[in-house]
């Protein structure tokens, strides 16, 4: 290993443990446009990582060559659990928790925050922040155990966790605004319109919502659904919704889409 490399691996080395791992080209590519601090990156290929920039996001291509180091593959592999097709890998500082729930907690709000209510799968966490963040969400909040911030979960929010405020909470913590919860025995959506300042809150892929959450709505709306199919999946029901509250009066976003 050159020294180059092997300040490379000191660095990730000294950051792992603090730290939020961006696995992959895309991910790196989506927390640095939203602002995130990625204080070590590593690539088995500058060139290839460089070329990807500035095939598909030349926007973030003077960053990146800033910042990949590059190392062998083997030492790379030791690093991360398992290595992405991209030969990509870097370590982000996770936002402060003060400002996210701050974030979360503003009014007047221009977009709902998204409450999960006991999420249990790692990968429809990931899903839905991905979805939070492609139509501007304010934030995503989840009660119970799961971590938000979990290596799997960030994999499937694409690094995204940083263009929206992710925070875990309990229902006594939700923040202030009307919520709005989704249930297949509630009202029709579709004759509903869905605030801005709204909590859209979704239960468990389990057993739905659970009771603290049922009082503490003030709307239970349902999507519409065929008789005979019990409920959709969790991350499909949050972009449903989120589609239904982009068309209920003038969203903050999404904006104009940047390059891939
Ligand atoms: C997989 S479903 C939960 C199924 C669970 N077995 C139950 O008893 O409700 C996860 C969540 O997605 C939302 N959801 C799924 N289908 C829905 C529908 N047709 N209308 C409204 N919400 C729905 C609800 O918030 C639900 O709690």
Redesign the pocket.
Known sequence: MSRADAVGVDAWRAHAEASVLLDGFHALKHALRFGARVPVALATSRAAAIALAEELAPDVRDALDGLLVEVPEASLRALVPRLHPTGVAALAVRPDRAANLAAIARLPRTAPVIVLDNPRNLGNAGAVIRLAAGFGATGVVMTGSLDPWHPTVVRGGAGLHFATAVERLTVDELPPGPVYA???E?EDIRGTALPDDALLA????????SPELRARADHL???P?RAQV?????AT?VGMTLFHWSTCGTPGAPEGRPAA
């Not at 979704?202 to 919502?209: A, D, K, N, P, V």
């Not at 019990?230 to 969790?234: D, I």
């Open positions: 989704l249930d297949p509630g979704f239960g468990s892929e389990r057993s739905g919502l709306v349902s999507l659904m019990s409920s959709y999946n969790l029901s």
